[in-house]
Each structure stands twice: as structure tokens, then as C-alpha cells.
């Protein structure tokens, strides 16, 4: 299978970086210079986000401003399964990336469109990102904040890769269909659709009448079995206690405190929330004697639901992680590559592959026109002295 990934930044990649864990060939499409999102390491030497996101990819620079470098897409479509993009507005246009143009050229082809906002309404055009379209336009960013507290920024990408698992599973649906049907079609899903699902629980209520993020904002909500408590060690555990009736009486025994039982302020689960900020202090005071591993295990001995928050450096080397592939060896020599986050899909008798080390910008130009376009050398030639494609030593910075 082929895949063209002619989008830029992460869902629209993201997407194709799944389908490349499992086997399909993605032709990576760049700019002169390379897509920005290699830029967004900040001041550290390497491109952690490009090897994440362009594993198993194949690099193509082409400056398509240029009719010739358009003309190379379009051909590499009339070969492809699947392509991908993330232009929005009158770029689609202006870059020859419309569905029609596309689907005209391969009827058979599956056209997999990611926005911002979507693709109707005043915002078609608005450019988003997942900390904006995903995160603050969703009411997830209003609600996920203490009381009396302004919004939070998201984590990098948070809201991207959820929303690369929405557009891979359009795209294998499509595929699906086209196997039934012979059809190709079109497939879409935004950022700003993806956090509003995300959040459908607090949006169903208030399409229900109730507005849970105001009650938060003006009552507080402070629920003793909700609450984040710091360990002797400085370290962080959060309580997920659903079914407080049963697990109450065995979290005042995991923490050595049965007379908390007999306590006439939590002699029932209403009186207990009546009185939540005195438990709350209990438990702080508690937890506050304990490592984090202590306290962890006696949790765990009495079933209580909870779990570490675990600080990002011991993510990568947690054990869990690991023994579900959820971080993975890549099999190569380099120090900064040793290991890579794995897409979170497991699909029995379907083997992911070794990941490939993400390209550089234009890497893999010449082999991708020759194997798939049958392009001679001389043909190449021509296209690089027109700056239409882009080899790695004619790169502009």
C-alpha cells in the first residue's frame, strides 16, 4: 500500500505514521528546507518530534509552488492508496490539492483531510493547532483548571496524536469499504471535533442542563477520592475512587487510620462529603509520611484505586510500558534513537515494523521518483536544475 503524507505538523503525519508501523509505504512530502514541525525541538541538538512522527517514512522535497513539482504529486496519486493532507481554505487550491482534482486522477484513491475547525462554517480557513483547536476551543482547557485558577497549556502534541487515531481509523474504514465496493472516497475529522468528543462527557451534560465547569469554578468540587496527594518524597498520587462505598472503609485501613470509621463526620458517604475538606486534610497529613512507593503498595494491598503520577523521566523506563510495547527498541546503533514511542494499537496476527529512522529533508528523492514514477536519472536532473525537487545537498535553510 501506498500512502502520499502530503500534510505538515502532527495529526495528518500521525496518521500515516500508523499506517507505516504496519507495512504500508509513506511518501513523506516536504518544502524546500523541510516541514517546520522538524523545528520544534527547541534548543536540544535533535529532532525528537521528526523521529517520532516520520518513522518509516520516505522523504520527498518538492517545492510545490512550482507546476512541475505539482505535476510529480499528482502522479505519485495516480500509484497511491491513500493520501493525506492538512490544507485548508484556498491552499487546497492553490497547491492542486482539492478532493475532486485528486479523486479525478484516482478514483480508487482514499483522500484523508485534516483541519482545524472543519471543513464548513466562518472558521474553515482559521489555521489551529491541537493546544488551540483541540485544547481551548473544545472546553477541555476550561474545565481541567482549580478553582479560581486560569487554564493550563496542554502537553505538546496531546491533543494531535488522539486525533491521528480518528483520522487512521476513517482512513482503514475507507480502505474496508473500497475492498467491498472498489470505491475510493473521502475522509475527514478536525482537531476542534476531536476535543469536542474528547470533553462529551461534560458536553452532554450541559446539553443536559447541567454546567458542571461552572459548578466547579464557583462550588468547588474537591472530592477527597478525586484528589491529587504529595507523597514524604515529593511525589504525586492521584485518588480515581469510583465506588467510595466500598473502597472508603478500606482506604482508612490501607493508611492505618481505622478510627477515621467511627468518625461522626464521615459516618456516612453524605456526611463524608459534607465534611470533604476535613478528610482531605486527613488524608494529606497521611500520604505526606510516605513514600511514594510505600504508599503505593499499600493501596494496592487494599485495592484502592489510584494511581502514581509518574514524572516523564520514569514514563520511558516504566516496566508496564515496556512489557506492552508501548515504548519499544528500534534496533538502532544511534545514542538519540535507541528507543521510540509506539502507536497504541495491537491488531492480533499483524506485526508492526522495526522502525526506521525518520529522513532527511529530501533523503529518499530519487529513489522514490525511480521506483515508483520510473523517473531516469536524467529526468531527476532536470526536475532538481528547476527547483521543483529538492535534493539534500540544494537545500535552503
Known amino acids: 500500500m501506498l500512502v502520499i503524507d502530503a500534510a505538515t505538523f502532527l495529526a495528518g503525519p500521525g496518521a500515516a505514521t500508523v499506517l507505516g508501523d504496519y507495512g504500508a509505504r509513506v511518501v513523506k512530502i516536504e518544502p524546500p528546507g523541510g516541514d517546520r514541525y522538524r523545528t520544534l525541538k527547541g534548543a536540544w541538538h535533535i529532532d525528537y518530534n521528526w523521529l517520532l512522527t516520520s518513522r518509516n517514512k520516505e522523504s520527498l522535497a518538492l517545492d510545490v509552488s512550482q507546476p512541475e513539482a505539482r505535476r510529480i504529486v499528482h502522479e505519485l496519486v495516480g500509484h497511491a492508496d491513500v493520501f493525506i493532507t492538512n490544507f485548508i481554505g484556498d491552499q487546497l487550491a492553490k497547491f492542486e490539492y482539492e478532493y475532486d482534482r485528486i479523486h479525478e ?14 471543513t464548513k462554517g466562518p472558521h474553515v480557513s482559521k489555521r489551529g493547532f491541537d493546544s488551540s483547536a483541540w485544547w481551548a476551543r473544545s472546553g477541555l482547557m476550561d474545565f481541567v483548571r482549580e478553582q479560581g485558577a486560569i487554564p493550563s497549556t496542554s502537553a505538546p502534541g ?14 482503514v474504514s475507507a480502505l474496508y469499504r473500497r475492498e467491498r465496493t472498489g470505491q475510493g472516497g473521502y475522509v475527514s475529522t478536525s482537531l476542534m471535533a476531536n476535543g469536542i468528543w474528547s470533553n462529551g462527557m461534560l458536553l452532554q451534560g450541559m446539553l443536559s442542563g447541567t454546567d458542571v465547569s461552572m459548578r466547579k469554578q464557583t462550588r468547588g468540587v474537591n472530592n477527597p477520592f478525586a484528589h491529587v496527594y504529595e507523597t514524604l518524597d515529593g511525589q504525586f498520587i492521584l485518588f480515581t475512587v469510583i465506588n467510595a462505598e466500598r473502597e472508603w472503609p478500606q482506604l482508612a485501613k490501607a493508611l492505618d487510620h481505622p478510627e477515621w470509621l467511627d468518625d461522626e463526620r464521615f459516618s456516612d458517604l453524605r456526611t463524608l462529603i459534607e465534611n470533604r475538606h476535613a478528610l482531605i486534610e486527613l488524608l494529606e497529613e497521611s500520604i505526606r509520611t510516605m513514600s511514594v512507593e510505600e504508599a503505593i503498595s499499600r493501596l494496592d494491598e487494599h485495592g484502592i484505586t489510584h494511581s502514581w503520577v509518574m514524572p516523564n ?5 516504566d ?12 534496533g538502532h546503533m544511534d545514542e538519540e534513537y535507541r528507543r521510540t514511542v509506539m502507536n497504541p494499537l495491537h491488531i492480533t496476527g499483524e506485526e508492526k515494523k522495526q522502525p526506521r529512522k525518520a529522513p532527511d529533508v529530501g533523503a529518499d ?7 515508483i514514477l520510473n523517473k531516469t536519472d536524467a529526468d531527476i536532473d532536470r526536475l532538481v536544475d528547476l527547483g521543483a525537487v529538492l535534493e539534500p545537498e540544494n537545500q535552503s535553510s
Not at 486522477?105 to 472543519?118: C, D, L, V
Not at 516496566?319 to 527498541?329: D, F, P
Open 105 to 118: 486522477i484516482n478514483p480508487k484513491i482514499i483522500y484523508a483531510h485534516i483541519s482545524g475547525y472543519g
Open 158 to 171: 496531546m491533543g494531535d496524536h488522539a486525533t491521528a487515531i480518528t483520522l487512521f481509523s476513517a482512513i
Open 313 to 317: 523521566g520514569r514514563v520511558v523506563d
Open 319 to 330: 516496566e508496564q510500558a515496556i512489557l506492552n510495547e508501548m515504548i519499544v527498541e528500534t
Open 365 to 371: 528523492g530519487r529513489s522514490v521518483l525511480r521506483s
